[in-house]
């Protein structure tokens, strides 16, 4: 590990232990702290109008309620998009300081992800969204550091209407209560807020740098890891009257392609096995599953068509279809990185009018290279090394990763996790 990240490692470290000392016990333990209902500390203003066709190269800044789960932080001081002036005039309107929250998402998640806005110019927004405007008691970008934590995931959970698509409106958004520390002293609860924000920045920033070091770093593994399996998987077509060339054979001569059974989640069972369908992972459960040992998986149809994924668990596999090498002449697993390898072709082979749909009788006669079974069990060796190295979860620069991440937010929950008093 380079001399640099230990440092910020251990500044992360250090920050944190003096955060938890000094500030959480000299300035918070003992305090008043009301939690209040966001409707009682600020206005609510639910937006209006506004699409991505709206968006213009310059004019007045505008948030869309989309990009603040895919775009924003925790505060932005400039905005990705903008609209026309005349269009400006009939939107609702974000000041510095206001915070804009989402009202809408396929996933709970991302309902009542926010950003703080902290432009010179005043900003725009539309619907889906909903601006708080906060009194003179709250900091917007305090406010926006609280949404992220467990405690407020807790309360919006409680509102949360819908299946498909998920709302909390911006009257049920107002209910939600948020801690005030020392609501009687207008200047030592700011003071205490600013801190908070203060830490938080900090403890931002660095795990910003942190994980951008490692995902530069993952980012060149994976091109390493992709030269060496290209190099390693790559056999020539055999010509005819040469010797020593390893053969190609289609999939339907040497293995089976099974279908999966088709199911909906309102007719599962509740139960422990995966269901796989169109998706790098699993749905839902179900009580039993279809598919045991190695099972190689193929995504049907939608977006993620001709995805390959490897399982070597059992499970429920509904739209979508699997192939099983006979072993005693292909590795699955040694398929699996053939096939993984032609991934952006099998994709192709889905592309047409309509929605992208990858069929099983395609796969009958796609031919793969076969070399010795012991030259397979080599090569899968190699690559299930770098495999864990730039893609497990729990080993490698991944895992690293992410417990910077929830380094960070242990941290910034124990920040914004007030003694409990009295509320109103």
Not at 50 to 63: N, S, Y
Not at 117 to 129: E, M
Not at 317 to 332: E, G, Q, R
């Amino acid at each position: 590990m380079p001399w640099e990240r230990k440092q910020k490692k251990r500044a992360v470290k250090k920050g944190a232990s003096m955060s938890k000392l000094n500030f959480i016990e000299k300035l918070l333990l003992g305090d008043n702290v009301v939690w209040k209902p966001l409707g009682d500390v600020g206005e609510l203003v639910r937006g209006n109008g506004l699409q991505k066709k709206d968006f213009t190269e310059t004019g007045v800044p505008a948030i869309h309620y989309g990009q603040i789960y895919t775009y924003y932080g925790t505060f932005t001081t400039e905005t990705k998009s903008f609209v026309s002036p005349e269009l400006a005039k009939t939107l609702k309107k974000v000041d510095a300081g206001d915070v804009v929250i989402t009202n809408t998402s396929e996933n709970l998640e991302d309902v009542g992800k926010a950003v703080a806005y902290l432009g010179k110019v005043q900003a725009v927004t539309g619907g889906h969204a909903t601006i708080f405007k906060p009194s003179k008691y709250l900091l917007g970008k305090y406010f926006a550091y609280f949404t992220q934590t467990s405690m407020f995931a807790d309360q919006k959970r409680k509102y949360a209407k819908g299946t498909k698509v998920i709302d909390v409106s911006a009257t049920d958004m107002g209910k939600i209560e948020i801690p005030i520390p020392c609501p009687d002293d207008l200047e030592k609860s700011l003071k205490i807020q600013t801190e908070i924000v203060r830490i938080l920045d900090t403890f931002t920033e660095l795990t910003a740098e942190l994980t951008a070091e490692l995902t530069a770093e993952l980012t060149a593994r994976k091109k390493q890891y992709t030269y060496y399996r290209d190099q390693l998987l790559s056999f020539p077509e055999p010509v005819e009257g040469e010797e020593g060339q390893v053969e190609w054979k289609p999939l339907g001569d040497i293995g089976k392609i099974l279908r999966g059974t088709a199911i909906t989640e309102k007719e599962t069972i509740p139960g422990e096995y995966p269901v796989i369908a169109n998706g790098p992972s699993h749905n839902y459960y179900h009580n039993h599953s279809n598919r045991s040992g190695e099972t190689i998986v193929i995504a049907r149809s939608g977006a993620y068509a001709g995805l390959v994924s490897y399982w070597d668990i059992p499970i429920f596999l509904t739209d979508a279809f699997s192939i099983h090498p006979d072993n005693k002449v292909l590795s699955t697993k040694f398929l699996y990185y053939v096939l993984k390898k032609d991934q952006i072709k099998i994709h192709n082979m889905g592309k047409g009018a309509g929605v992208p749909h990858v069929r099983a009788t395609e796969f009958e006669p796609y031919k793969v290279p076969v070399p010795p079974l012991s030259e397979q069990a080599r090569i899968v060796s190699i690559l299930d090394k770098f495999d864990a190295l730039t893609t497990s979860i729990t080993e490698g620069l991944p895992r690293e990763i992410e417990l910077r991440q929830k380094q960070y937010e242990y941290y910034r929950n124990m920040l914004l996790t007030f003694p409990e008093a009295e509320g109103v």
